[in-house]
Nanobody
Framework: QLPLWESGGALVQPGGSLTLSCATF????????IGWFRQAPGKEREGVAC????????RYVDSVKDRFTISRVNLMNAVYLEMSSLNPEDTADYFC???????????????????WGQGTQVTVSS
């Protein structure tokens, strides 16, 4: 189990931007594929974006393409989710998850991931 911490959740107005962080300690996060997931009240958990290990591919769910960007900052041992043009449908608890391994791909399927953070809340409202 890789300990993961999310941060950056907040209340933001529609059309605004927010950046979420996913960090760990004791391990090199670049060795893991990282996924961002979200769960809105009364809805199932949804894969939002993922990034493969060591500079591999990224993937996004259609509803966030061109609005969200997932990236790594290895110096910070963190993965970020930059979110822009936020709308109320983006309101959810956001979680990051890790998959150990050095493949070039990642998936938005939650069962592929080994460890999960506790989540950070994003609320988009005026």
């Amino acid at each position: 189990q890789l300990p993961l911490w999310e941060s950056g959740g907040a209340l933001v107005q529609p059309g605004g931007s927010l950046t979420l962080s996913c960090a760990t300690f004791g391990s090199n996060l670049d060795d893991y594929a990282i996924g961002w997931f979200r769960q809105a009240p009364g809805k199932e958990r949804e894969g939002v974006a993922c990034i493969a290990s060591r500079g591999g591919a990224t993937r996004y769910v259609d509803s966030v393409k061109d609005r969200f960007t997932i990236s790594r900052v290895n110096l910070m041992n963190a993965v970020y989710l930059e979110m822009s043009s936020l709308n109320p449908e983006d309101t959810a608890d956001y979680f990051c998850a890790s998959h150990v391994g050095q493949g070039a791909l990642c998936t938005l399927t939650s069962t592929w991931y080994d460890s999960w953070g506790q989540g950070t809340q994003v609320t988009v409202s005026s």
